[in-house]
């Protein structure tokens, strides 16, 4: 923007005429509901339009995940495992799971600061089926999940990473983590229609989302653990998550783990999915 | 339409300990623009969100055309449009991307959504913004895109939440001016305003609200004429003079008079009995006797009560608000 910039309201003033606003103004036949679908995906296209315009929102989930991956990898790669080649054969399905789970907070955070402006009000006065505004938020949110966890998946082959299960593999463990990424979203959802600021969210996701994901089988093996917290490790459904991925990524899927992980998705959508809306519904 | 466009009785909203709305019973017919004046805070905002679903009422009823707007709301949503007192749509897309999105929404496949985008922002003088993100406009083109993507789909009732609040005098104008082409195409509107003067423009009917109750309702006519039909300032070239001016205008004006801070300045409420012609006539009459008293006038208006002066009129009497309300 220049100084000399003008305005083109300043340059043709305005003036409502009465043809051309009666003739906008029909009240032919209406156009028919879109389908709970269509509804979320356009919704999901909106969230598009808000990368495109606002792109340095893609900072957390680029550079976030690329130093998470090599900060720890150099960290504790010589010491746990000899070299960091070996450690991250072990640990690049971990990390992104850890980093991708920590971006799912982002919806929270987002929804918190879109929901105070006037647009959702127009939003929720809309006759759509109600959960559309969103799903199709965390639709744009799953592109971000999968742009993240390809960021770190080519960071890892880049170190050395080397998985049994190739292309397929890694895509079959990045598609189940976005699966539960999604479900997972939902508790954030929640918060972000429950807290009243930004920063009230943040601090509360910390406070879910450190001991879930360091205190899992991301970093290292549970078994050097002492017993309580391994019988945390043990339910913790990240762990499972993790279990799955690794399992998938190095060409020999595990069906329990991944039943597991499918059936605390579920859970998640069914129990965080409802009191979201429930929430929704009343704000 | 056999019911009224929208119809409330004894509805309550309270927000912890606050009664933002007090059981209020609101009948607006349909076709018309029904004002609720008030201040800031006054709850005219909790009604108009609980009238458009977005906040259920924690007493009373409230129908829009018929609908129940808790048990119904659906049928509701399906009727109505929200513009509201911040713009109600998204300043990171640009105009035609929200207009577009919108559209979708209502169901319109995506060449008709970009073909009735175009078509408003057309309507509205925005074609060359279209492609600007909303958040670089200016106050007028929010408004005016924002009673577009009210008009998506043209609504039977449309809630105006304090539209003209910021803008400037313009922009104003250009509102109102589309609100009367809306409402003559068949739209109820309901608006919201802190200005008695733009209530007077477009309503024809007017609840006056304040601590979540109606203590005035009528035409903007009969609502004038209850607090008097305006204020009379006269400014004195000879501050000498005052105490004898005051008597005059007193007794012309057959009203108290008050002397302001200002050495030379008077007020005083031109109690004519209802149209403002009269209030005219009887300041001129006033001034003509100034005059003759050999009494030197510098400036003189005859303003409109402003809503401070309504307000003042109607909360200062002495019987409580509630006997006041006329449903």
């Known amino acids: ?283 | 339409m056999n019911s009224p466009a929208i119809e409330t009785a004894g509805l309550i909203k309270t927000f912890g300990d606050n009664r933002a709305v007090d059981g209020v019973d609101l009948t607006v017919p349909p076709g018309t623009v029904y004002g609720l004046l008030g201040p800031n805070g006054a709850g005219k905002t909790t009604v108009v969100r609980m009238l458009a679903t977005l906040l259920r009422p924690d007493g009373g009823t409230a129908r829009v055309f018929g609908h129940d707007v808790v048990r119904e709301a659906d049928a509701v949503r399906s009727r109505v449009s929200l513009t509201g007192q911040y713009a109600s749509v998204d300043e990171d897309l640009t105009g035609s991307e929200n207009l577009v999105l919108l559209a979708r929404l209502l169901g319109y496949s995506k060449p008709q959504a970009r073909e009735r985008a175009a078509q408003l922002l057309a309507a509205f003088g925005l074609t060359d913004a279209a492609d600007r993100q909303v958040k670089k406009y200016s106050g007028g083109m929010r408004r005016r895109i924002d009673i577009g993507a009210s008009i998506l789909n043209t609504p039977d009732l449309l809630f105006l939440d304090e539209p003209t609040t910021g803008l400037d005098p313009r922009s104003r104008n250009q509102v109102w001016d589309i609100v009367r082409i809306v409402v003559a195409n068949g739209t109820t509107v309901l608006l919201t305003t802190q200005y008695l003067d733009e209530a007077d423009q477009l309503a024809g009917r007017i609840a006056v609200i304040d601590h979540g109750r109606v203590i005035a309702e009528g035409t903007p006519g009969e609502l004038k004429s209850s607090i008097g039909a305006g204020t009379v300032h006269v400014r004195l070239r000879d501050a000498a003079q005052r105490p004898e001016a005051e008597r005059v205008l007193a007794a012309a004006l057959r009203t108290t008079v008050q002397q302001g801070s200002d050495p030379v300045a008077l007020t005083a409420r031109a109690e004519a009995g209802g149209s403002e012609r009269g209030a005219a006539e009887l300041a001129s009459r006033a001034l003509a006797q100034l005059a003759s008293a050999g009494i030197v006038v510098d400036d003189f208006s005859l303003g409109q009560p402003s809503l401070d002066e309504v307000f003042l009129a109607l909360t200062d009497r002495p019987t409580q608000p509630a006997e006041e309300a006329v449903a």
């Open chain 1, 1 to 283: 923007m220049t100084t000399t910039t003008v305005t083109p309201e300043a340059v043709t003033a305005y003036a409502p005429s009465r043809e051309t606003l009666s003739a906008v103004l029909t009240r032919g036949e209406r156009p028919r509901r879109p389908s709970a679908l269509s509804a979320s995906t356009t919704f999901g296209w909106r969230a598009i339009l808000k990368i495109k315009h606002v792109p340095e929102q893609l900072f957390d989930v680029t550079a976030f995940p690329i130093i998470m991956t090599l900060m720890f990898t150099y960290l504790f790669g010589g010491a746990l495992a000899g070299s960091t080649r070996e450690y991250l054969q072990f640990f690049l399905p971990g990390i992104m799971v850890t980093s991708v789970v920590m971006i799912t907070m982002y919806t929270g955070v987002g929804l918190n600061t879109d929901i105070e402006k006037g647009v959702f009000d127009r939003f929720r006065t809309l006759p759509v089926w109600r959960p559309a505004a969103l799903v199709g938020m965390i639709f744009g949110d799953v592109l971000r999940y999968i742009l993240a966890a390809t960021t770190i998946m080519i960071v890892g082959l880049i170190l050395g990473f080397r998985p049994g299960g190739g292309f397929l593999g890694v895509v079959g463990g990045i598609a189940l983590l976005v699966v539960f990424s999604f479900a997972f979203s939902w508790i954030w959802t929640m918060f972000g229609l429950f807290l009243r600021s930004e920063k009230s969210v943040m601090g509360v996701s910390m406070l879910v989302l450190f001991p879930l994901t360091f205190l899992s089988n991301v970093f290292v093996d549970p078994r050097t653990m002492p017993g309580w917290l391994q019988a945390f490790v043990e339910v913790n459904p990240i762990s499972h998550l993790v279990t799955a991925i690794r399992s998938i990524m190095a060409g020999t899927p595990d069906m329990t783990e991944m039943m597991w992980t499918l059936i605390a998705s579920a859970l998640l959508i069914l129990v965080f999915g409802t009191l979201t809306m429930r929430l929704y519904n009343r704000k």
